[in-house]
């Protein structure tokens, strides 16, 4: 990106919490990339506890899996992928988002099936975190399918990012987090991202997805930055985001009721 338009891509991640960074893989690592994505799903790679469903609150069709596949840690289990263009280039983001001591703090894969209609709840990411003293992060959230309305773009509500954490609570199965907002809330915004592009957004911006109603399916890379010494800190406060121990629940105190 040129300098102006890494400028005007940071300060509307400013002020709105969210912001389309335009293409961060080439055509020609796409099929690179679902490759790898693509064995993970199939468990040529496998997630043992670092898979699950986002919408486990939903009872499942026949023969479905998930209604919504999350797969944490996607770079711990298949290293290579760190070694891949995109993990230099979303860093190069990050770093112009949030700062220069901006470092991966981890990434996941989540994954929505043709006709798995099943929304991914509203919530805020910082929930689902431990408090720190300073919340800078960005998660940068990668198409690697078109994403539009029908098949689960990113919905994001402006500027909620400067409010405070919303309450959240279990959702109905008590294995996910979420929190009251919806398509009407003044701001709420999608996101339509073309295959290889990309939207970055704040860790408290409130989001969420739509259920994918179409034929095609709609595959999601998502790597998460945040400042090096709060790494350090969640790590000695035992929080790793499920490298260990994959459980979703609220950890925040903003969000809790």
Request: glycine share 8%; hydrophobic share 35%.
């Amino acid at each position: 990106m040129t300098t102006q338009v890494v400028s005007e891509v940071a300060q509307r991640f400013a002020n709105d919490g969210f912001a389309n960074v335009g293409e961060v893989v080439s055509a020609g690592d796409l099929e690179v990339y679902r490759s790898i994505y693509d064995r993970l799903l199939s468990g040529d790679i496998k997630a043992g506890d670092k898979r699950s469903d986002l919408g486990s609150h939903v009872p499942l069709k026949e023969g479905v899996q998930e209604n919504i596949t999350q797969i944490m840690w996607p770079s711990a289990l298949y290293p290579p992928l760190r070694d891949l263009p995109l993990h230099e280039k979303a860093l190069s983001v990050a770093r112009e988002l949030i700062g220069a001591d901006a470092e991966l703090d981890f990434d996941m894969m989540i994954h929505k099936a043709p006709h798995a209609s099943v929304a991914t709840p509203w919530h805020q990411d910082a929930a689902y975190w431990v408090d720190m003293p300073d919340r800078r992060a960005v998660s940068i959230w990668v198409a690697l399918d078109d994403a539009g309305l029908d098949n689960g773009c990113m919905w994001y509500v402006q500027g909620s990012h400067q409010q405070p954490i919303r309450p959240h609570r279990p959702t109905s199965d008590g294995k996910n987090i979420e929190c009251d907002c919806s398509e009407e809330e003044p701001g709420a915004t999608p996101v339509p991202v073309a295959a290889g592009g990309a939207v970055a957004h704040s860790g408290s911006t409130l989001h969420y997805s739509r259920g994918n109603t179409t034929d095609s399916t709609r595959r999601a890379y998502i790597l998460n930055y945040r400042p090096a010494a709060m790494i350090q800190l969640e790590r000695e406060r035992g929080a790793d985001h499920g490298l260990n121990e994959n459980v979703r629940q609220v950890r925040n105190s903003g969000a809790k009721d």
